[in-house]
């Protein structure tokens, strides 16, 4: 089924133009984004990814002091598997890629997404990025197990100015956890997927709305490192959308509006050099975001397309 899949790849990328450049790299990164994805998913099966284990001792810690969270704590630990759905929607996008090459605008964009994916899987920066729902976790546990590679909440808080968005609030922005609705009022907010949804109803936490939120968000390492690597082309026409949507509002009330990624907050502590060498590559996209990529897609604009979110032995560290 592979080689058919990687045949089918080579065959529609080839009608598009032989004499493209693009389509030899394609041939040539392919099996390799393939490979590293597949050694991260040995990684995770073997325990090899740090805070996937972390993931996985906070939850069974959890557990035993608040069983009446178990679906919740249960889903959070699925982020320490090939299950969660931030591995499962690395999988989902190089799916697309290989199958489905005509959703994209042209060969750059099929070749860009396919290094996206292989950056995404590097296994530190994967650790890294599980850092947002691990330290979900250890927000949860009301200071009993200190967040990891983050300041605490309350010093990040004081650091960027930032309102309290209540549990979860990392995760807030991050499609592979919910997605920004529109209400009946034109105002967008955060509705988290399924068993995530858990987080509102037993903790109270109230609705959050874009505007408030972008002006206000505290650090994540999603929206502050990883946005690039770990968002579909779909996802991020998707979050354009809210932002131009959210602009156009506040200018037609005479507002000055803020994009919740102009900045990067403050509050990221002990990351791997992968991701502190990747954070120049951040910048780079957030300055192309503010300025002409958000109005662009990678897909085609010749059809619509799904969003690629899947349906859905270290002891506790202080500082790494």
């Known amino acids: 089924m592979q080689i058919i899949k990687s045949i089918l790849l080579i065959l529609i990328v080839s009608l598009s133009g032989c004499t493209d450049p693009l389509i030899a790299k394609i041939e040539q990164q392919t099996p390799i984004t393939q490979q590293r994805l597949a050694q991260l998913a040995t990684a995770l099966n073997d325990g090899q990814i740090r805070n996937a284990t972390l993931i996985k001792q906070y939850g069974d810690s959890l557990l035993e002091t608040k069983p009446?969270?178990?679906p919740l704590i249960n889903e959070f630990k699925k982020d320490a598997t090939t299950d969660g759905p931030m591995f499962k929607g690395l999988q989902d996008r190089l799916q697309t890629v290989q199958t489905q090459p005509q959703m994209f605008a042209d060969n750059k964009a099929i070749f860009d997404e396919l290094i996206?994916?292989?950056q995404a899987a590097d296994p530190q920066l994967y650790s890294d990025a599980l850092s947002d729902p691990l330290n979900v976790l250890a927000d949860m546990s009301d200071g009993a197990l200190p967040r990891v590679n983050s300041l605490s909440?309350?010093?990040s808080m004081q650091a960027n100015n930032a309102q309290d968005f209540g549990y979860g609030e990392q995760l807030i922005g991050n499609p592979s956890y919910g997605q920004w609705q529109t209400?009946?009022?034109?105002?967008?907010f955060w509705a988290w997927y399924g068993m995530y949804s858990m987080m509102g109803d037993l903790?109270?936490?109230r609705r959050v709305y874009y505007s408030n939120w972008g002006s206000n968000r505290g650090f994540s390492y999603y929206n502050d490192y990883g946005r690039s690597r770990y968002t579909s082309p779909s996802q991020f026409r998707k979050q354009?959308?809210?932002e131009t949507r959210t602009r156009k509002s506040f200018a037609s009330s005479g507002k000055k509006y803020q994009s919740p990624y102009s900045k990067s907050r403050t509050g990221s502590s002990g990351l791997s050099r992968q991701s502190q060498s990747a954070k120049a590559s951040s910048d780079k996209f957030r300055?192309?975001?503010n300025s002409s990529y958000a109005s662009k897609s990678k897909y085609s604009n010749k059809a619509s397309f799904r969003n690629s979110r899947s349906k859905t032995s270290r002891g506790f560290s202080r500082g790494k």
Do not use: C, H, W
Not at 183 to 188: A, F, H, P, R
């Open 153 to 155: 909440k309350q010093q």
């Open 68 to 70: 009446e969270l178990k």
């Open 287 to 289: 300055q192309r975001s």
């Open 183 to 188: 209400g009946s009022n034109g105002m967008s």
């Open 203 to 205: 903790f109270g936490n």
């Open 240 to 242: 354009a959308s809210v």
């Open 116 to 118: 996206s994916i292989y």
